[in-house]
Nanobody
Framework: QIQLVESGGGSVQSGGSLRLSCAAS????????MAWFRQASGKEREGVAA???????NYADSVKDRFTISRDNAKSTLSLQMNSLRPEDTAMYYC????????????????????WGQGTQVTVSS
């Protein structure tokens, strides 16, 4: 069974930075899309950033120019560099992969992904 394990979450002050990592238990070089999602308390899960095999990226408007997604298929890892963090970025962050469903029509929709990690908490204080 494929496993995704997130790390790098924590508590920071507004304006600070964090780098999230996601380690996959198998080779990711055939996975069409990988992405980061987040879910704040009492809210629905939302797409943050996605990246395809060629490195093409999609970002939610709320994180554009602050977050950067990247993937290293040789190391089977996905990363999210988060800068200029704001209190509204506070959430549980999840790594997700589209391992076998083909090219998603909506790369930032949770329904486009078949494999999920357990999440890592990010808390930003003002």
């Amino acid at each position: 069974q494929i496993q995704l394990v997130e790390s790098g979450g924590g508590s920071v002050q507004s304006g600070g930075s964090l780098r999230l990592s996601c380690a996959a238990s198998t080779y990711t070089g055939t996975w069409i899309y990988m992405a980061w999602f987040r879910q704040a308390s009492g809210k629905e899960r939302e797409g943050v950033a996605a990246i395809d095999l060629r490195g093409t990226t999609n970002y939610a408007d709320s994180v554009k120019d602050r977050f950067t997604i990247s993937r290293d298929n040789a190391k089977s890892t996905l990363s999210l560099q988060m800068n200029s963090l704001r209190p509204e970025d506070t959430a549980m962050y999840y790594c997700a992969a589209n391992t076998a469903w083909g090219i998603p029509r909506l790369p930032l929709s949770p329904s486009s992904y078949d494999t999920w990690g357990q999440g890592t908490q990010v808390t930003v204080s003002s």
